[in-house]
C-alpha cells in the first residue's frame, strides 16, 4: 500500500514519468516494427516446408513467437500508457494541493506540510468566531486528506498495473505459451491419480515445464486453479510415494532410485515455487483506507485459500490401493502441503494466514506434535525438498517443522502469524497474551524422531541413533523470532518481545512445574536446573536482546522505561530471561558485547557534551553511574546464569573444553577499545543511539577481527566474574580517557603531536603513569567511576541472585 504524503505529493515531478513513458513508447515501436519482420520471414513457410513432424513444429513455433511479440508490444504500450497516465493524474492532484494551501495561506492559515496540520491564527477565534473558525479548518484539512488518499489510491493502481505489465525473469514479456500450460495441465492431472503409471519421459516433461515456467503468473495460476487445492495436495502426496525411503545410506538399497527422488525433490520444489508466484498478491486496494482488495487477475482468490485450510484439515489417502508398500490412509492434508512451505519467498499474508491455521488445528486437537503421527506409511516420506541421504532429516509428517523453515526467512510472515490472534485474561500483559506464541515457545513437543517414517527398520534405527536427532526446526523458530522482532522494528515487533519474555516466565514448567502442571503440584526443578528457553533457540533470544539493548537497560532498573518506544517489561521476568539466555556461551557473549557497545555509546553521549551541553565533569560523572548502574545488571544477571551452568556441568567440563580462561575473555582489551572507539565515530547524536545501534558496531568489530564471539572455553566462576568487572571498569576508565576530559594527564600519555597516544600504543612505562594517575590526581575522577561501575557490577549479580531465587522459591513469578 502507498505510503504517499502531502510533502511528496508537494514535490512530485512529472518529467521523469513522461520520460520514462517516451522509452516505454520507443520499445513498442521497435517490438512492432521487429514483429512485422517475423511475419515476413514465416508466412511463407507452411510452403516451403509443407509436410513431417518437423514443419508441424517449425509452424507451431512460429506461431508462438507471434503471439510472443504482439503480447510484448500490447504490454510495451500498456506500461507507456500507464506511466503517462500517472504523471497526468498525479500532476492534477499536486496542483488541487497547492491550491488548497494557497487558499488557506490567503485566509491567515498556518499549515505544517509534514505533520499535516492547519493552524488559524489567534485572531480567528475572537469575536465569537471559534465555530466558524473550527469548521474551516477542519474542512480545509479534510479536503487536504482526501487529496493524499486519491494520490495513495492512484500510487498503488499504478504499481498495480505495472505488476501485470512488466515482463517475468523467465519469459520475458510474454507468458508461458498456451501449449505449455496445456500440457503441464494435461500431466498434473494424470498424476494427481495414484492408480497412473508415468513414463520416465513425461516426469521428466514435467519438471521441465515446471522450471521453466513455474514463476510465470499464467502458468501457475491456470494450473493451480484448475487442480484446486484438493488436487495440489493429491498431486503432492501422490508424487511422494513414487521412491520409499528404508534407514541407512540410501546408496546401499539396491531398492533406492536416487535419479526418482530427485525427480520427485524438483517437482516438490517446483509446486511450491508455482504456489508463490500464483498468491503474491498483485491486485488493487480501494476504498478510503484501502480496505477493499481485488485480486490480480493472475492471483488465486481467498476462496481457493480458505479452501485449502478446509483440505488441509481433512484426511486423504495417498498412494496405489494396489500397491499396499507405497499406500497411505487418513493423512491430513496440512502434512501435504507442508514440503511446498519451505519456499521463504511466500507472501506473508498467505503464510500467516495458512500458517497459522495449521498451529490453530494443532492446539485445537490437543494432542500436541502427535497429531501428525496419527497416520504414517512405513518407508514412506512425505517431504523429499530437504534430502534424504541423512536419516535425521524430518520425512515431512510434522508439517510445523516446514512451516518454522519458511516463516525462518520470512519476518512479516511470523509477526503477523504470532501477534493475529490475541487471549484476553485477568493475569496477562494490558493487551492481552498471544496464544499461538505461547504454544510454540513453551508447550508444544519438538521431539525429532517423531517425523520419521513408519516401520520397524525404522524404530530399530532410532533406539541405536535416537541422540542424533536434533529438530532443526527449533532452531528455525528462534531465527523466525528474531526476523519478526528485528526486520522492522515497531509496536508489533516490541509486543512480540513482550510476549516472548512474559510466556517464558509465566510458564508452569519455568516456575518449576510439571508440563500442564499447577502451584501445588510439587516441583520438579529450580532455576539452576530448568530451561526457561530452549538451547537451540537461545542464539536468536540472544540477538534479539542485543538488537533491544536500549530497552534492555530501561527495563532492567526498577523504574519504568522512560520512552514510548521501548518495550515494558517485569523486571524479575526480563532478568530471569537474561540470567537464563547466561547459561549458553554464545548468547552471554552476544548479550555482553551488545551491552559494552551500549553503554561506550552512552558515556560518549555523556562526555561529549551531547547529551547536556551544559553539564560539568561532575555531572557528568553522576550520569555516568546510571549507565553503570544498567550495565552492571545486565552484565551481573548474565554472569549469574553462567555460574548456574557451570556449577551444573562442572564435572565435564575438562573432558568438554580444553581451552583456557584467558582465551575465553581475550576478547575484553580489543573490545574495550573497539567499543570506545567505536561510539565516539558512530553516534553523532543522542537521538542516533537506538535499538540495533549494538548490533551494528559488533558486526562491523567482529569483520575486522577485533571480538571473537565464536570462542568457546571452559566456564570458571572466580575468574569469569573477574573479568566480567575488569571489562566493566575498563570501558568506564577509556570512555573517561578518550573524552579529553580529565585534567593533569600526565605529559607521557601525549604523542609528538600533541594528542593522546591509544592505550594499546602504550610502552611499560605509560602503563605505569595511567595507574599512578588514577590513585592520586584522577582518584576523584577515574577512581571513583571505576568504584562506582565495580559496585554497580556485583550489585547487579547478586541482585540477579535474589529476584531469581526469590521467583522459583514462590515469589514473583
Do not use: C
Not at 511463407?44 to 508441424?56: E, N, T
Request: charged share 25%; hydrophobic share 35%; glycine share 10%.
Amino acid at each position: 500500500m502507498s505510503e504517499m504524503t502531502l510533502t511528496a505529493l508537494l514535490t512530485f515531478d512529472a518529467g521523469p514519468w513522461h520520460a520514462a513513458a517516451d522509452r516505454w513508447r520507443q520499445l513498442a515501436r521497435g517490438i512492432d516494427k521487429s514483429t512485422d519482420q517475423l511475419i515476413r520471414g514465416t508466412r511463407d513457410l507452411a510452403h516451403a516446408w509443407p509436410d513431417g513432424a518437423g514443419s508441424v513444429a517449425a509452424a507451431e513455433e512460429a506461431t508462438t513467437l507471434r503471439a510472443a511479440m504482439d503480447n510484448s508490444y500490447s504490454r510495451a504500450n500498456r506500461a507507456r500508457e500507464v506511466m503517462d497516465q500517472h504523471a497526468y493524474s498525479m500532476t492534477a492532484l499536486r496542483q488541487q494541493a497547492e491550491n488548497i494551501l494557497a487558499t488557506a495561506r490567503t485566509a491567515g492559515y498556518t499549515v505544517d506540510t509534514v505533520t499535516m496540520t492547519i493552524t488559524a491564527p489567534a485572531s480567528a477565534y475572537l469575536g465569537g468566531d471559534v465555530d466558524r473558525t473550527g469548521r474551516e479548518t477542519g474542512v480545509l484539512l479534510n479536503d487536504l486528506r482526501s487529496v493524499v488518499e486519491y494520490a495513495r489510491a492512484q500510487d498503488d493502481e499504478t504499481a498495480a498495473s505495472m505488476n501485470e505489465t512488466v515482463p517475468s525473469g523467465r519469459t520475458g514479456f510474454a507468458p508461458a505459451p498456451p501449449h505449455a500450460i496445456a500440457r503441464a495441465e494435461e500431466l498434473a492431472r494424470k498424476l494427481r491419480d495414484p492408480t497412473y503409471q508415468p513414463t520416465a519421459a513425461e516426469l521428466d516433461e514435467l519438471r521441465d515445464l515446471v522450471r521453466l515456467h513455474g514463476r510465470d503468473k499464467v502458468f501457475a495460476y491456470t494450473i493451480l486453479h484448475a487442480l484446486g487445492p484438493e488436487g495440489l495436495l493429491e498431486l503432492n502426496g501422490t508424487l511422494a510415494t513414487y521412491q520409499l525411503d528404508h534407514p541407512g545410506k540410501d546408496a546401499d538399497d539396491i531398492l533406492f532410485s536416487r535419479n526418482t527422488a530427485d525427480m520427485v525433490r524438483d517437482l516438490q520444489n517446483g509446486l511450491g515455487v508455482m504456489l508463490d508466484t500464483a498468491t503474491e498478491p498483485s491486485g488493487t486496494r480501494g476504498g478510503p483506507r484501502g480496505e477493499d482488495y481485488v485480486p490480480g487477475r493472475y492471483e488465486l482468490p481467498s476462496q481457493w485459500v480458505t479452501d485449502l485450510m478446509a483440505a488441509g484439515r481433512g484426511r486423504m489417502d495417498i498412494g496405489d490401493p494396489a500397491s499396499p508398500a507405497r499406500y497411505v490412509e487418513d493423512v491430513y492434508g496440512y502434512q501435504l502441503l507442508g514440503p511446498l512451505l519451505h519456499n521463504g519467498g511466500l507472501d506473508p499474508g498467505f503464510l500467516s494466514t495458512v500458517g497459522g491455521d495449521i498451529v490453530d488445528f494443532e492446539m485445537e486437537q490437543g494432542r500436541n506434535s502427535d497429531l501428525w503421527r496419527a497416520a504414517g506409511g512405513d518407508n514412506v516420506r512425505l517431504d523429499w525438498t530437504q534430502g534424504h541421504d541423512d536419516n535425521t532429516t524430518p520425512a515431512g509428517y510434522d508439517p510445523v517443522n516446514a512451516l518454522m523453515d519458511g516463516l525462518s526467512r520470512n519476518g512479516d510472515a511470523t509477526r503477523d502469524l504470532l501477534t493475529g490472534v490475541t487471549r484476553h485474561s485477568s493475569d496477562g500483559p494490558e493487551g492481552g497474551r498471544l496464544p499461538r506464541l505461547d504454544y510454540l515457545l513453551t508447550d508444544r513437543d519438538w521431539n525429532a524422531t517423531t517425523d520419521l517414517p513408519g516401520g520397524p527398520g525404522w524404530t530399530a534405527e532410532v533406539m541405536r541413533n535416537g541422540e542424533d536427532y536434533q529438530n532443526g526446526a527449533l532452531h528455525d523458530f528462534g531465527v523466525a523470532l528474531e526476523r519478526a522482532t528485528t526486520d522492522t522494528p515497531g509496536p508489533e515487533a516490541r509486543r512480540l518481545v513482550e510476549a516472548i519474555i512474559f510466556e517464558t516466565n509465566v510458564d508452569e514448567q519455568a516456575m518449576g512445574y510439571s508440563d500442564g502442571g499447577t502451584p501445588g503440584d510439587g516441583r520438579t526443578g529450580e532455576f539452576t536446573d530448568i530451561d526457561l528457553i530452549k538451547p537451540e533457540m537461545r542464539d536468536s533470544m540472544a540477538t534479539i536482546m542485543s538488537d533491544y539493548i536500549v530497552d534492555v537497560n530501561q527495563n532492567i532498573a526498577a523504574g519504568q522505561p522512560t520512552t514510548s518506544e521501548s518495550f515494558r517489561v517485569d523486571q524479575t521476568h526480563l532478568t530471569r530471561f537474561l540470567a537464563d539466555l547466561g547459561k549458553d556461551q554464545g548468547a552471554h557473549q552476544t548479550i555482553a558485547s551488545a551491552e559494552a557497545v551500549y553503554a561506550a555509546g552512552m558515556y560518549d553521549q555523556i562526555l561529549s557534551g551531547r547529551q547536556n551541553p551544559d553539564a560539568d565533569l561532575r555531572a557528568n560523572l553522576d550520569a555516568m553511574r546510571v549507565v553503570s548502574h544498567n550495565y552492571g545488571s545486565v552484565l551481573g544477571t548474565i554472569d549469574f546464569g553462567a555460574s548456574l551452568e557451570h556449577h551444573a556441568t562442572s564435572e565435564e567440563l575438562d573432558e568438554k573444553h580444553n581451552t583456557s580462561v584467558e582465551d575465553r575473555y581475550r576478547v575484553i582489551g580489543p573490545l574495550v577499545e573497539g567499543t570506545v572507539g567505536a561510539a565516539a565515530s558512530r553516534i553523532p547524536g543522542a537521538g542516533d543511539l537506538v535499538n540495533g545501534f549494538a548490533g551494528n558496531v559488533l558486526s562491523d568489530l567482529e569483520e575486522s577481527a577485533q571480538i571473537d564471539n565464536q570462542g568457546r572455553a571452559t566456564y570458571e566462576v572466580g575468574a569469569m566474574l573477574g573479568a566480567s568487572r575488569t571489562a566493566a571498569v575498563d570501558i568506564t576508565e577509556m570512555s573517561l580517557y578518550h573524552s579529553g576530559r580529565l585534567e593533569n594527564l600526565p605529559v607521557t600519555l601525549f604523542g609528538p603531536d600533541g594528542n593522546l597516544t591509544p592505550p594499546d600504543k602504550w610502552d611499560e612505562d605509560q602503563r605505569l603513569d595511567w595507574q599512578e594517575y588514577k590513585g592520586g590526581r584522577g582518584l576523584d575522577t577515574v577512581g571513583k567511576a571505576a568504584t562506582d561501575t565495580a559496585e554497580s557490577y556485583q550489585s547487579g549479580y547478586d541482585q540477579a541472585r535474589d529476584l531469581t531465587l526469590k521467583a522459583t522459591n514462590g515469589g514473583t513469578k
